[in-house]
């Protein structure tokens, strides 16, 4: 069995979209992610965008409360897209398919400023919290430390 999985920290390019897949919804946006360096005593940058997609109620939180320039870190698993543009020409396009979110801070005015936004891992009303819907890092059982 094998298994990848990618973790990115960058900014929304615009705003996320939903639409309905079967009998549940997806969510997808793109984010940006600039590398800098130096190189010969000059400063370099580089950007590489990445599409993302989530599935159910995370994604429609992140459709809720994201908008284009929020500051966002997305785990999941990577892939390479090849397609074909409308000129017949290849393209690739690198994707997090089945992706968790959550805020990195950043842009003030990227989220409402209440205390009342639902965190996207919190489970819903009276269900239980599982490993999967826990943050990334954090301990899920009471009897691990949570550092």
């Known amino acids: 069995?094998?298994?990848?999985?990618?973790?990115?920290?960058?900014?929304l390019g615009k705003d996320p979209t939903t639409r309905?897949?079967?009998t549940d919804s997806v969510t997808t946006f793109s984010v940006a992610v600039t590398r800098t360096w130096k190189q010969?005593?000059?400063k370099r940058e580089t950007t590489t965008w990445w599409r993302c997609q989530v599935w159910g109620r995370r994604?429609?939180?992140a459709a809720t409360y994201l908008r284009k320039g929020s500051s966002v870190i997305v785990q999941g698993t990577p892939e390479l897209r090849e397609y074909e543009d409308q000129d017949r020409v290849k393209?690739?396009?690198?994707?997090?398919?089945?992706?968790?979110w959550s805020f990195a801070g950043g842009k003030a005015e990227t989220a409402p400023a209440t205390t009342d936004i639902?965190?996207?891992?919190?489970?819903?009303?009276?269900?239980?919290?599982t490993p999967a819907s826990a943050p990334i890092g954090v301990a899920t059982t009471d009897d691990e430390p949570p550092f």
């Open 1 to 11: 069995m094998s298994y990848a999985t990618t973790i990115i920290h960058g900014h």
């Open 91 to 100: 393209r690739y396009s690198l994707e997090l398919l089945n992706a968790d």
């Open 40 to 42: 010969g005593g000059e």
């Open 20 to 22: 309905a897949a079967g």
């Open 59 to 61: 994604g429609q939180t």
């Open 118 to 129: 639902p965190s996207a891992d919190a489970p819903a009303a009276g269900e239980q919290p």
